[in-house]
């Protein structure tokens, strides 16, 4: 009998931080967005790499794919963890090919948020304009509308085990 591989393989785990939406037209494509601010995530949807060039996702040599460290000691250590009420970090699941990175990150093919992290730096309620009754994303919106669950940073090894991520 012949021996062949899996048709599917677990996610693995990943942290990443965000910027929240940095304003109102901003917050129409997703409450999400890259750290430059020039690529949303799509609100409770799988953010799926793709690349000007025309090739699939990740590619060696390339930066396109979705990136995410290992760990949130290594986000933050690399200088990516939330430094003020401005940004949100969290839980992702990255799916299909990856390319794993030197300094602890890896890159996919996608990835979808499973859970955000409590941080020091709450979301103060701003309203766009005074009087209008329009207000800017806060941390616990996204959450809300994610659809996830806010956890400690120290419990991302046992919420990735609850969820049968990979961690290497």
Same mark, same amino acid.
Request: proline letters at 7%; glycine letters at 12%; charged letters at 20%.
């Given at each position: #009998?012949?021996?062949r591989?899996?048709d599917?393989l677990?996610p693995i785990a990943?942290?990443?931080? %965000?910027?929240l939406?940095?304003n109102? #037209?901003a @917050?129409?494509?997703?409450?999400?967005w890259?750290?430059?601010?020039t690529?949303? %995530?799509?609100d409770?949807?799988? #953010?799926v790499?793709?690349?000007d060039?025309?090739?699939?996702?990740?590619a060696?040599?390339c930066?396109?794919g979705v990136y995410?460290w290992k760990s949130p000691?290594? #986000?933050?250590s690399?200088?990516?963890g939330?430094?003020?009420?401005?940004h949100i970090?969290?839980?992702v699941?990255?799916?299909g090919?990856?390319i @794993?990175?030197?300094?602890?990150? %890896?890159?996919?093919?996608?990835?979808?948020?499973?859970?955000?992290? @409590?941080?020091?730096y709450?979301?103060p309620?701003?309203?766009v304009?005074s009087g209008?009754?329009?207000?800017?994303?806060?941390?616990?919106?996204a959450? @809300?509308i994610?659809?996830?669950?806010?956890?400690?940073?120290?419990e991302f090894?046992?919420?990735?085990d609850?969820?049968?991520l990979?961690?290497?």
């Open positions: #009998m012949e021996s591989a899996p599917y677990a990943g942290a990443r931080a %965000w910027r939406a940095p109102l #037209m @917050r129409t494509y997703g409450y999400l890259s750290h430059a601010a690529t949303f %995530w799509p409770n949807e799988e #953010m790499g793709k690349c060039s025309g090739h699939p996702a990740p060696k040599g930066s396109c995410a000691a290594l #986000m933050h690399n200088g990516y939330p430094a003020d009420h401005l970090s969290g839980v699941a990255g799916r090919r990856f @794993r990175g030197e300094r602890g990150y %890896w890159v996919a093919e996608g990835a979808v948020v499973l859970a955000f992290f @409590r941080d020091d709450p979301s309620v701003r309203e304009l209008s009754g329009v207000y800017l994303p806060t941390k616990e919106e959450a @809300r994610y659809n996830v669950p806010v956890i400690e940073f120290g090894d046992s919420f990735c609850e969820y049968g990979i961690r290497f």
